[in-house]
């Protein structure tokens, strides 16, 4: 009993340092860089301009909304209920391998391995309120 105990805080430790080290992450992004990024590896299924959904939806203002929120985008219905809010946190993790966070997700991309990318990517999409 002990022993499961003892997994469970080392389980919950794990995941606390995960988070922690996100957040960490998505505060150190270039922007600049982060528009290169999107371009190359986003654009062709979404925008950043408010109300223009392409294959996968807008992105303006992603940073801070509710996933699956945007009324006219067909969303699975995993993304739909996955109740999850678009903090920098989850977007770096959920970046990193989007269908290990979410499963059942439609978005067919395996995600973006590298840190400082992901933190570049991030640094952009917070910038993108509607434009």
């Known amino acids: 009993m002990a022993f499961f ?7 919950l430790l794990a995941i606390a340092v995960l988070y922690s080290s996100a957040a960490v992450a998505a ?4 922007a600049h860089n982060g528009a290169d990024i999107f371009t190359e590896q986003c654009s ?3 925008s950043v301009k408010a109300g223009k959904n392409k294959i996968g939806p807008s992105l303006a203002g992603v940073v801070g909304r509710k996933a699956g929120s945007i ?3 067909a969303y699975s219905d995993a ?5 999850l809010e678009w903090t920098k946190e989850n977007l770096t993790i959920y970046l990193k391998k989007p ?4 499963a059942g997700i439609k ?4 995600g973006l391995a590298d840190e ?14 509607g434009q």
């Not at 978005?107 to 395996?110: E, F, G, I, K």
């Open 5 to 11: 105990r003892y997994g469970k805080f080392i389980s």
């Open 27 to 30: 505060e150190d992004g270039n």
């Open 44 to 46: 062709i299924c979404h």
């Open 71 to 73: 009324a006219n985008f």
């Open 79 to 83: 993304m739909k209920n996955s109740g």
């Open 99 to 102: 269908n290990a966070m979410i």
């Open 107 to 110: 978005m067919p991309y395996d």
């Open 116 to 129: 400082k990318a992901r933190s570049d990517l991030i640094a952009f999409l917070s910038m993108q309120a």
